[in-house]
């Protein structure tokens, strides 16, 4: 037996009365359980088995096939998460990239800690949208594709502003060498700059961060592109977002 803090990343429903959890936690890395019975009213298991759930389990981990969930003790369930669809959606899609960029029993109390953090800021009311990008840039590192912000693209020289990012050549662009590339994309030297920030901070330290409409777009251009480009993942939630978004601007 084995007694870990974990978050549920998702959830699989299993039979007529089982579900399947996979858990981060910090010591195993990522792990899926068997809760058998969460479906049940009456189960004890049905609090600890929801998306965004965190608390302490007590396993029965193999060191192959999937192990069980034996009992647990709720520390946060994120109720003011699931309540909300749009907040919902949003730590849906960050956990998505968070375990689809996971690798299975590879401990990290990094990716842990990260996941842990987003969704308490959520419920307390952060910007969504800064957090999902702020996801995006840390989520690089682990993913091994992580560009250099901070040195020109083409050239390497030290970059601390720029106007375009090149997402063929992986980062931005000096001032000299912004014609390399004719489809790189224009962006304001304030986008570079949060970019660079968000790369490099302890997301534990996140203030109030005030972030235009431009700013914002140009993230998520950047983003999104250097993502499809590199990554060769296609997030689910990601159309759900989008579909969100178009359902919020109509009305």
């Known amino acids: 037996m ?5 978050l549920v990343l998702r959830t699989i429903d ?13 010591t195993y890395g990522k792990i899926a359980v068997m809760a058998r019975g969460a479906k049940k009213p009456s189960s004890q298991l049905g609090s600890i088995s929801q998306p965004f759930t965190y608390g302490t389990y007590l396993l029965m981990i193999s060191e192959r096939g999937m192990g069980t969930v034996a009992q647990a003790d709720l520390i946060d369930s994120f109720r003011k998460i699931r309540e909300d669809l749009f907040k919902t959606a949003y730590a849906s899609y960050m956990m998505e990239l968070i375990d689809r960029f996971t690798e299975e029993r590879e401990p990290s109390a990094g990716i842990f800690l990260l996941a842990l953090t987003l969704l308490s800021y959520l419920a307390d009311d952060k910007d969504p949208e800064v957090l999902m990008r702020l996801t995006e840039v840390k989520m690089l590192d682990f993913a091994g594709i992580r560009p250099d912000l901070f ?34 994309i224009w962006i304001k030297p304030a986008t570079l700059r949060l970019l660079q920030t968000f790369q490099a901070m302890d997301v534990r330290r996140l203030g109030e961060i005030n972030v235009g409409e431009d700013v914002r777009r140009q993230m998520n251009k950047v983003l999104r592109q250097y993502y499809d480009e590199y990554s060769g993942v296609q997030l689910r939630t990601r159309a759900f977002l989008d579909q969100l978004h178009k359902y919020e601007l109509d009305f």
């Open 2 to 6: 084995k007694k870990v803090d974990a």
């Open 151 to 184: 040195h020109c693209a083409n050239c390497g020289q030290p970059v601390e502003t720029t106007i375009r990012f090149s997402i063929i050549k992986g980062g931005p662009l000096c001032s000299d060498c912004q014609a390399s590339d004719e489809r790189a």
């Open 14 to 26: 299993y039979g007529e009365s089982h579900k399947i959890l996979t858990l981060l936690t910090p």
